[in-house]
């Protein structure tokens, strides 16, 4: 598409390109901040710091790596300053290079960068049209390690480990032995941990978090219970940088209406951040919130069953949960899932949307484990109706099999950019990829349009979108051979359209109500030029 097409087309989260990474293994941007808090013990195989950070996310940015995928939102884990020490929780030592052991919620590890290159990641996806999307966790603390104390008794619980059997035994409990849980259904005032007043101290900025903390309590009324410290914390980023949206993490071990606050705040910090920056505004899509509820499946609805209790947390501060059975759907034909997921959208979860995924950090049994089918993956993940999600690496087949590993490490090896560079097969996979998430970026209609068969065989569909004045239809064959390839328009396009496959590039008019396309692919995707 031209640019100006291009810059008419509205951002719409609900058919939004999402790239997935972990900070740590993606970029190293800057070898100088590697080793920090003498974190230099040898860990399990993937289980320690392997330098990627956030200014090597700002360098793929500069180099229009995210462009060229057609991503426009860029979720990242948290970056929050991590335990100092390590953990064996069985698979040998373990550093929080995750990001979900936060030990300061308002620090950023110097392992992934400072604020100034978070201020820096913001402004430059910005000029991109790229979000930027932080990863949150209120559900727990990190690890107890001789360096890293617990917290006060009236902030975590230990030692109750959930069994998942009902709602109070999903909440009321620790995740893991040693991974000590935020008493989120306390209302009680608790006063700051005298770790963190000393550690404020020693830099400098004691009053300064102190004085803030008394002017969210003031203007909120809420208790200074646990839960709004963080909510407070994690909202600051929004206050501060302008980040368009939070995935909120282990979000159905907490009770629902710890959401709905935090999205109350996040709504009024992201407002308060654009009274303040007006020229630094995108557009009026407000503050987007994606809840990762393990086990929720978009066939569930708007609820999810803890066995004893539903739950609807769209109804609790959400616009969008992780779909985790996309992954099972991907098994069906391409208009199984098409028809399914379009028809569950525009229906009971309309207003609303699910993630799609083939894989990510934390599932152990992905679609394509093996990376036999990275095309079909590409395919079915980024014309499905929906958020689709790209894992970093799904896009260049990076392995997911990484001998020596235990757990969920192996799938969070560091990205594979020399495959990139020099394997043939990695370029086409990528190219594919490319191709097809340049179009979803570029067509709303692909993710929030309400898809429509045309013909079976060849399988060829039309989606159609329309929000306040903006219309955007699109026509997709696949599976329909190399050479000449005759689609059938006239349900959208009229004779005399001319259209463009941006598959293969080639441009053709429409005669007889149908699209003549001759490339040397099976797919195409038109639109009108």
């Known amino acids: 598409m031209n640019k100006d097409n291009t810059s008419k087309t509205p951002f719409v989260w609900e058919g939004?390109?999402?790239?997935?990474?972990?900070?740590?293994?993606?970029?190293?941007?800057?070898?100088?901040?590697?080793?920090?808090?003498?974190?230099?013990?040898?860990?399990?195989?993937?289980?320690?710091?392997?330098?990627?950070?956030?200014?090597?996310?700002?360098?793929?940015?500069?180099?229009?790596?995210?462009?060229?995928?057609?991503?426009?939102?860029?979720?990242?884990?948290?970056?929050?300053?991590?335990?100092?020490?390590?953990v064996d929780e069985g698979t040998g030592l373990s550093y929080g290079y995750h990001g979900y052991w936060a030990r300061d919620w308002t620090a950023l590890d110097p392992n992934f960068g400072s604020k100034e290159d978070l201020a820096n990641l913001v402004k430059k996806a910005h000029e991109k049209g790229i979000r930027i999307m932080l990863d949150g966790v209120i559900n727990h603390t990190g690890p107890v390690t001789p360096e890293d104390p617990v917290w006060p008794k009236d902030w975590v619980r230990t030692g109750i480990v959930c069994d998942y059997k009902s709602f109070e035994?999903?909440?009321?409990?620790?995740?893991?032995?040693?991974?000590?849980?935020?008493?989120?259904?306390?209302?009680?005032?608790?006063?700051?941990?005298?770790?963190?007043?000393?550690?404020?101290?020693?830099?400098?900025?004691?009053?300064?978090?102190?004085?803030?903390?008394?002017?969210?309590?003031?203007?909120?009324?809420?208790?200074?219970?646990?839960?709004?410290?963080?909510?407070?914390?994690?909202?600051?980023?929004?206050?501060?940088?302008?980040?368009?949206?939070?995935?909120?993490?282990?979000?159905?071990?907490?009770?629902?209406?710890?959401?709905?606050?935090?999205?109350?705040?996040?709504?009024?910090?992201?407002?308060?951040?654009?009274k303040n920056h007006p020229s630094e505004i995108l557009d009026q899509n407000p503050f987007y919130t994606i809840a990762e509820v393990y086990g929720y499946g978009i066939s569930g609805g708007q609820d999810y069953d803890f066995g004893d209790r539903k739950v609807n947390y769209f109804d609790n501060g959400f616009n969008s949960m992780i779909n985790f059975e996309f992954k099972l759907d991907a098994q069906n034909d391409y208009e199984a899932i098409f028809s399914k997921y379009s028809h569950k959208l525009q229906n009971e979860l309309n207003g609303y949307s699910v993630l799609n995924y083939i894989s990510s950090h934390d599932d152990p049994d992905p679609f394509d484990g093996n990376r036999n089918r990275t095309f079909e993956s590409g395919t079915k993940l980024l014309l499905s109706p929906g958020i689709s999600q790209v894992y970093y690496g799904d896009e260049s087949g990076r392995s997911l099999v990484i001998e020596g590993t235990e757990g969920d490490a192996t799938l969070r090896s560091f990205m594979n950019w020399d495959d990139i560079e020099s394997d043939q097969e990695t370029k086409r996979i990528l190219w594919h990829w490319q191709k097809l998430g340049q179009f979803r970026r570029n067509h709303p209609a692909v993710g929030a349009g309400i898809h429509t068969m045309i013909t079976e065989k060849p399988y060829i569909f039309s989606r159609i979108f329309n929000k306040n004045n903006f219309s955007d239809q699109v026509i997709i064959g696949l599976d329909l051979g190399i050479g000449i390839k005759e689609l059938p328009v006239d349900y959208i396009f009229e004779n005399g359209t001319k259209l463009k496959d941006a598959f293969s590039n080639k441009e053709t008019e429409v005669q007889n109500g149908k699209a003549i396309i001759d490339s040397q692919y099976g797919l195409v995707l038109l639109e009108r030029i």
């Open 16 to 86: 939004a390109n999402i790239y997935f990474l972990l900070t740590d293994r993606f970029y190293n941007g800057n070898p100088s901040n590697d080793i920090n808090f003498n974190r230099t013990q040898t860990s399990g195989k993937l289980r320690g710091f392997e330098g990627g950070d956030i200014i090597g996310i700002i360098k793929k940015i500069d180099e229009g790596y995210f462009d060229q995928l057609g991503i426009n939102v860029i979720w990242l884990t948290p970056i929050v300053e991590q335990i100092h020490d390590g």
């Open 169 to 274: 035994n999903t909440t009321m409990c620790t995740l893991v032995d040693n991974l000590p849980d935020i008493r989120t259904e306390s209302n009680q005032d608790v006063a700051l941990p005298p770790f963190l007043i000393e550690k404020w101290k020693n830099e400098g900025r004691y009053d300064k978090e102190t004085t803030s903390l008394d002017e969210f309590f003031k203007r909120t009324k809420y208790p200074r219970s646990p839960k709004y410290y963080i909510i407070k914390w994690l909202t600051d980023y929004i206050l501060e940088f302008g980040i368009d949206g939070y995935r909120a993490d282990t979000v159905k071990h907490t009770e629902e209406n710890v959401w709905a606050d935090f999205k109350k705040e996040c709504e009024y910090a992201f407002e308060t951040w654009k």
